[in-house]
């Protein structure tokens, strides 16, 4: 999908914004909640990416998929 750039794109999303913000803004509130950031601060994993302890599963780094043999078993 190609998106639409400039000043009357601009325009236009900030029209649709004006529409509905108020009333999110409204429910959050009522609700005790915040709104996340209109763009997020940095890019995070998504939940498959890491393990229950927050590490990475390996499928980002190579070296974390490495199986080691563990005689334990």
């Not at 009333?23 to 763009?39: E, R």
């Given at each position: 999908?190609?998106?639409?750039?400039?000043?009357?794109?601009?325009?236009?999303?900030?029209?649709?914004?004006?529409m509905y913000?108020?009333?999110?803004?409204?429910?959050?509130?009522?609700?005790?909640?915040t709104?996340p950031?209109w763009?997020p601060l940095?890019?995070?994993?998504?939940n498959?990416?890491?393990?229950?302890w927050?590490?990475?599963a390996g499928?980002?780094?190579?070296?974390?998929?490495?199986?080691?043999?563990?005689?334990?078993?």
């Amino acid at each position: 999908m190609k998106l639409n750039d400039g000043e009357e794109a601009d325009s236009k999303l900030d029209t649709l914004r004006k529409m509905y913000e108020p009333y999110i803004y409204a429910l959050a509130n009522h609700l005790s909640q915040t709104l996340p950031p209109w763009i997020p601060l940095k890019k995070g994993k998504d939940n498959w990416q890491t393990t229950a302890w927050a590490q990475s599963a390996g499928l980002i780094d190579p070296k974390a998929a490495t199986v080691v043999a563990d005689d334990h078993f």
